[in-house]
């Protein structure tokens, strides 16, 4: 029994928790723009993918690969911010912005995918991963890159948090959440900040693909096969919610890396689908959904 | 002539809400005589919202007991309150805006219809449409019957707001405060048109902020301060009262002027 | 999306002018259709046909989107689930049943309606964006599954449907013929345009419309809208399983792709462009699309991001949509003779 939590159960729990920061990541992204912006982001997944290309363009002109990881979030967060600018205010002040953006944000994720497809071709490519070989820890080796990863995403969440809740800049952004005129006769530049947000999120997806991109590999489809978890993960957490998208990501990534031990990976997203759907009927706001949102 | 036997259309017992630790609604109890004008005033925030909302089945209520024509419809849901005769409007005007005032009253004209002639044209049933006749007549919205209710002016949108109340055929209407942003030409038309509807045999309960007009309008008052029901009697009796006057005090009640 | 009803500011013609402009386009679809059909037939040219009973198929699929998204007030993002579904269905049974294409319909509505009712108890309990993406996720994890189920030919999907042949007594005719098939298909179609019309003007219908307008209301006026919704719900599923089940006689076969997030995208965009909520509108922006693919297609492989960028812009500057902007037009250039 001990050799099975040891050298079956473990490597799996530790490759879920590997996973699951980046999903958390990605998650967070899209729960602090529908949070705060409310406006749901049905691109987000090509923004994670467009993150991974651009991972793979840098290192491909010669750049190492943490120089990449360093930039790509910069890159997205301008990217997203022109977005925003851009295309999203333009509908922002509609009655019916919550379907506009929607809308908008699905189209814009269809226009992305192709660029992809345009630029990098349909075949997947591949990063090398970084750091390679295996640290010892219990009787059993880890991948140094999963535990990379763990570490730089476990930083990264908690810097969100703090930045959101322990900063002048996010009481700045929770107060134009709130109550936009308000925070505007306050001084607070909404407009500004409304991009910013959408571009912290963007950013923060992108990193997500970069980080996953060792892991996995890289097709222009990529982000819209991931987005359903991200979505799943930030409807059970509860739409808006940072502490939901944490615990459900972490959660959910487990159940899915866990259960691989006895289904089959076809079922994986069915189980999280259907875990999805059972917790809405539960709770329609999610785990630690606010009323008001959604 | 208004009926002089005890004949309470509505009865409600220690009705309470809680909302966490506040107490909206704290145990209160009284009867809406059938065929009288019933009004429920009080300062701000004595739960009089609160109230309505448990009566007409909006929330559901933590503790206590109401009865609409003897029959317990505590908790209902407020479809089900509209088939035991309980209808409403709203303080904030929650019409279809999109929709032409006819269709407005049309689809409330048609619940009376309950399931049958679902898939008929909606011209083929005759008694909603001459209820949606009748109340373009009575509410005086003839001119603008087939436009959107969205591009009604303030006053219209408030009688609408009560036809479409009306329309179902209840026995008892809820009016949360119905001349709320009116001018006092308007208001003056509405308790006009409020008094005509008892005269017809409709029992009403009402939500008001302007103290003077409920005074003139109603037969009974019941007044509400802080969850609790502080008062309660004719009008003349609930004016004098000096508990009454404590909790008003300091309050001006202007009459609701445009 | 609500703003189809709203017609403008002062003066305010009345919704039955405009209804009667959205009738007159719809007149003009199909006398345009047959117009397409007299000249496609002289030029012989088999392919035009077969592309445009795709685009009015792909119409029907439009269709069940508008009612659920401009009437109802629901986006559904997976609605290529039941247009697979039916696709499926109706390949399965012409080629292990019978070739017949009154029973391959059959068979569909009701599997498509007991599907629909499944799909909806889910969905519909879930309002706004959650209805979206429970849609979505749906479609995805349909999808996925029958992607790997090798009975049904896995990511390959089932070839070698016959095509019916249809027999109405007096004449009868091959479907395999292109432009008969089209001429049967555009006049299902004119049938379930005319269907949804009359739809909207009954209380049902009506219904509808009050749901996406101010749901709240609805319970104070004794109505439970979560029934309405589910109905509409089911409609929309037949509608577009009955849609998906022509496909495999115009093609031949039926492939997972069908119910493809690409392919909810698609219906949902041309809803959008032909205008939102007026019905015909979906069949106009499914023609207008097809078209476009079409012709950008024979220049590139990339017609997605054409498509894509024209929705942008649709969404952006005119929400209101093609049929959307052009009634009100038509009824202000009447009301000035």
Known sequence: ?294 | MKPTTDDAILKVRGLTVRFGSLVAVDGVGFDAQRGHITAVIGPNGAGKSSLFNLISGAFRPSAGQVLLEGRDVTGASPNRMLAAGLSRSFQITNLFFELPVRENLRLAAQSVEGGRGLLRHVSASRAAQRRVDELIERFALHARADELAGFLSHGEQRRLEIAVALAARPRLLLLDEPTQGMSHADTQDTAALIRSLVDDGLSILLVEHDVDLVMDLSDHVVVMHQGAKLAEGRPEAVRADPAVQAAYFGEVQEPAHA | MAEVLTIGRAPTPSVDAKRSAVRWLSYAFFAMALLFAAVAAALGDVFFFRLATESLIFGGLALSVDLLLGRTGLLPLGQALFFGFGAYVSALTLKHLAPSLPLALAVVLVSGTLVGLVGGLIAIRAKGVYFALISFGLAQVVSKIVFNTRELGASDGLIGVPAPVVSLGVASFDTAHAPSFFLLVLAGMAALLALLMRLMDTPFGRQLDAIRTNEHRLAFLGFDPWRYKLAAFVLAADIAALSGALYPMLRGFVSPELMFFQVSGNAVINVVVGGTGTFVGALYGSALLTALKSVVGSFTAHHAIVIGALFVVSVIFFPKGLVGYLAPALERLWSRR
């Open chain 1, 1 to 294: 029994m001990l050799d099975w939590l040891q050298f079956v159960l473990a490597p799996q729990v530790v490759n879920g928790l590997s996973i699951g920061v980046a999903v958390v990541l990605m998650a967070l992204g899209l729960t602090i723009i529908f949070g705060l912006l409310d406006v749901i982001n049905m691109a987000h997944g090509e923004f994670y993918a467009i993150g991974a290309y651009a991972a793979l363009a840098l290192i491909g002109v010669g750049l190492p690969f943490w120089w990449a990881l360093a930039l790509t979030p910069l890159l997205m967060a301008a990217v997203g911010y022109a977005t925003e600018r851009a295309l999203i205010q333009r509908v922002f002040h509609s009655k019916d912005r919550h379907t506009l953006t929607l809308l908008l944000t699905f189209g814009i994720a269809i226009v992305l995918e192709d660029i992809l497809k345009i630029v990098f071709g349909a075949n997947p490519l591949r990063i090398e991963q970084p750091i390679t070989g295996a640290t010892e820890m219990f009787g059993l080796f880890f991948p140094n890159y999963r535990l990379f990863l763990m570490a730089v995403g476990a930083v990264v969440i908690a810097a969100v948090w703090l930045v959101v809740f322990r900063t002048r800049l996010g009481a700045m952004v929770r107060a134009a959440a709130f109550d936009r005129h308000m925070a505007a006769s306050l001084g607070v530049p909404v407009s500004v900040v409304y991009a910013g947000t959408f571009a912290f999120g963007v950013a923060l997806a992108g990193l997500s693909g970069v980080l996953l991109a060792p892991i996995y590999s890289v097709f222009p489809t990529m982000g819209r096969d991931f987005v359903l978890i991200a979505f799943s993960v930030v409807i059970i957490g509860g739409m808006g919610s940072i502490k939901g998208a944490v615990i459900a990501g972490l959660l959910l990534t487990q159940v899915q890396s866990i259960s691989s031990l006895v289904i089959s990976p076809v079922w994986s997203d069915p189980l999280l689908f259907g875990i999805m759907v059972l917790v809405l009927m539960w709770r329609p706001h999610g785990l630690f959904g606010r009323l008001g949102h959604g």
